[in-house]
């Protein structure tokens, strides 16, 4: 039956437009996932979402324990629209919910930060399966909580004074040298032919006006 129905939605679009989110799934990824925990400032939970959608990324989890994630729309310019987002804010502790889950479908935590001892950004191993990137507040970075769950810590190797980067930025540097190692490496980080379907069928919904009239009727019509 979803077939059917994007086959109906993808009727209203133009051949460019069918082939570039054909194109842009064949590139999405879930082996990689990013989690902000508490972020405050708009402008950075906007550029990261946006990083996030250039680099192939389907999945950010948002933890709001203290701060409600705000987006943007200025600086998003749209990216929120082809992202699957998922909010964790209905529990006393919702980042220990969080990882739980996560590590429940099988995702390493690996925590970003700039400390001693961390594996650099260049020697971090993705062969050993999914990676769920965890990146903290503006002020304090990832928490106790996290700190205490991590499978691992990763960090970008700096020479300046400054102790470490915006968190955009950082996620910025990251993403773009995991997932360029992703496609170096030839692992198996695609999609499944499901989920490609899934997120098509979402994306065809939130690119039609009256796109859930259309499905109501068509099914009536069935």
């Excluded at 929120?80 to 739980?100: A, G, I, R």
């Excluded at 980067?165 to 032919?193: C, D, K, M, P």
């Amino acid at each position: 039956m979803n077939g059917d129905i994007i086959n109906l939605l993808s009727g209203f679009l133009t051949d460019n437009r069918r082939r570039l989110f054909h194109q842009v799934l064949e590139k999405r990824t879930r082996y990689l996932t990013v989690v902000l925990e508490d972020i405050f400032q708009s402008h950075n939970a906007s550029a990261v979402l946006r990083t996030c959608d250039c680099f192939g990324i389907q999945d950010v989890h948002i933890i709001e324990n203290i701060n409600q994630f705000e987006v943007n729309p200025k600086v998003v310019r749209g990216a929120s629209k082809w992202l699957s987002l998922h909010h964790y804010n209905q529990e006393e502790n919702n980042t220990v919910s969080t990882l739980s889950k996560l590590k429940s479908q099988g995702y390493r935590i690996i925590a970003t930060t700039p400390h001693d001892g961390d594996v650099e950004l260049e020697n971090f191993d993705l062969t050993k399966g999914k990676i769920a990137l965890v990146f903290g507040t503006e002020m304090k970075g990832i928490s106790a909580e996290v700190t205490n769950n991590a499978d691992g810590f990763l960090k970008i190797p700096m020479y300046g004074f400054t102790e470490s980067f915006n968190i955009s930025v950082s996620a910025a540097i990251i993403l773009h040298h995991l997932t360029y190692r992703l496609n170096q490496l030839g692992l198996n980080y695609q999609l499944s032919e499901k989920e490609k379907e899934d997120i098509l069928m979402e994306w065809l919904k939130s690119s039609i006006k009256d796109s859930e009239l259309m499905i109501k009727t068509f099914l009536r019509q069935k």
